[in-house]
């Protein structure tokens, strides 16, 4: 079944490690992005991708990073977590048919504690 | 510049009232928008968009150009329409970006 998956759900880290959300989809789309979310909040795009080996960055400043190698992975990795970076990470992705909406992974609760 | 404004942060309604949750945006071509909805525990998903011009769950909405909003209305409102929603507006220069505003989140009391 196409859809986006999302991995871990819910991590808990310490501060200084290194930690690599990972998205995938197999709903064939070439676009794909980032965002951080508060609960309840508005969303912020952290980064996004067109296509393979095309990476941008967001509205919002991340000291994260993102690779897009392949088409339907697209990895955010924080080299060294630190507090402030406890949130919700949620991927998303959209295709260049149809209607064009983004279609939502179910998320990462990120904690550093 | 380009900007979605959702004025409310919060609004309740009884059971069987009208709804409407207000959408403006700033954009200097032609936008597509988006409405968005989160209910509990649940991920993002999309609730309708504006070039569909369709009925989902109840919920419509109307683009107008005119005064630059997108407001999501739905005559009866119901319980299971508690959540949160987002209006979204997609870029189309060139671009592919989505400017998400600030979500209202709806409680319908019994």
């Known amino acids: 079944e196409a859809d986006i998956y999302q991995t871990p759900r819910y991590l808990v880290i310490g501060t200084g490690k290194k930690i690599t959300l990972e998205c995938s989809q197999t709903?064939?789309?070439?676009?794909m992005y980032w965002y951080q979310q508060d609960p309840g909040m508005e969303l912020h795009l952290i980064h996004y991708s067109y296509g393979v080996n095309s990476t941008e960055k967001g509205d919002l400043s991340s000291e994260s990073t993102v690779s897009r190698i392949r088409t339907e992975h697209f990895p955010l990795t924080l080299e060294s977590a630190r507090p402030s970076h406890t949130s919700q990470y949620l991927c998303a992705s959209s295709g260049t048919t149809g209607g064009y909406e983004q279609y939502f992974g179910p998320g990462t609760r990120l904690t550093v504690t | 510049a380009q900007r979605v404004t959702q004025p409310e942060k919060l609004l309740s309604v009884f059971k069987g009232a009208p709804v409407e949750l207000k959408c403006n945006y700033s954009?200097?071509?032609?936008?597509?928008l988006f409405w968005y909805v989160q209910y509990s525990r649940q991920r993002l998903q999309l609730l309708l968009r504006h070039i569909s011009r369709e009925s989902i769950k109840g919920f419509t909405a109307d683009l107008n150009k005119g005064e630059t909003s997108f407001h999501l209305k739905k005559p009866f409102a119901q319980e299971e329409d508690s959540a949160m929603y987002y209006c979204?507006?997609?870029?189309?220069?060139?671009?592919?970006?989505?400017?998400f505003g600030t979500g209202t989140r709806l409680k319908v009391l019994a």
């Open positions: 979204a507006l997609k870029t189309t220069s060139g671009t592919y970006k989505y400017i």
């Open positions: 954009y200097s071509g032609s936008p597509e």
């Open positions: 709903m064939g789309h070439d676009k």
